[in-house]
């Protein structure tokens, strides 16, 4: 269980912060944490990737990994 709050929160709280950051109109909480866990597998699989690192929990590196993943998605949701 602490796993699956631990996966919510972090989608939360990136999909909060790329909405900031790339306004998408008003969508709901539970759009914003998808957005925030489809953008932190997105930024997972590009890190790993190019051996930037991974998300490894709730701390800067992982969330960082995270909004700008998210940011990609809405880029190219908007193309």
């Known amino acids: 269980m602490k796993i ?4 919510i929160a972090l989608g939360l709280v990136a999909g909060f912060i790329a909405k900031f950051f790339m306004p ?3 969508i709901g ?5 998808l957005l925030g866990l489809t953008g932190a597998l997105m930024g997972e699989c590009i890190s790993s ?3 930037w ?5 709730f701390n800067f590196p992982s969330l960082l990994i995270s909004v700008l993943g998210a940011i990609m998605l809405i880029y190219f949701y908007r193309i």
């Open 29 to 33: 909480i539970i759009k914003t944490t």
């Open 4 to 7: 699956i709050s631990l996966i």
């Open 49 to 51: 990737l190019f051996g």
């Open 24 to 26: 998408l109109g008003r």
């Open 53 to 57: 690192g991974s998300i490894t929990g």
